[in-house]
């Protein structure tokens, strides 16, 4: 079961993000139909709202993470470990952009 992506956004910077559980079995699904190391899309429209979308994943991811661990808020009402976790999934390098972009 996949638990990761590699991506590489644009400028060419590269990052794994961790799959929401509830997704995962889906996107196994789709992977296994797409040949090794070929990208997911080739291209798709510049409509969409990706913000929009990384705000949706980090709300979700958040509270996957936290169900793992006993609620311990201790960095501007979240929690440190989480944050920190999070922030690398959405290939930032500051918990506040996190906090302040997509989970607020």
Do not use: C, W
């Not at 400028?11 to 296994?32: C, F, S, T």
């Not at 070929?38 to 991811?61: C, G, V």
Request: net charge positive.
């Amino acid at each position: 079961m996949p638990v990761k992506v590699f991506l590489v956004e644009k400028g060419g910077k590269e990052r794994d993000a961790h799959i929401l559980e509830k997704y995962q079995e889906k996107l196994k699904n789709v992977l296994e139909s797409r040949e090794m190391g070929k990208p997911l899309f080739e291209s798709y429209t510049k409509k969409i709202d990706n913000h929009a979308f990384r705000r949706e994943y980090a709300k979700n991811r958040y509270a996957e993470i936290l169900d793992d661990r006993n609620d311990k808020m201790d960095y501007r009402v979240f929690d440190k470990f989480v944050l920190e976790v999070l922030t690398k999934d959405l290939g930032h390098n500051r918990l506040d952009v996190v906090i302040y972009n997509y989970l607020f």
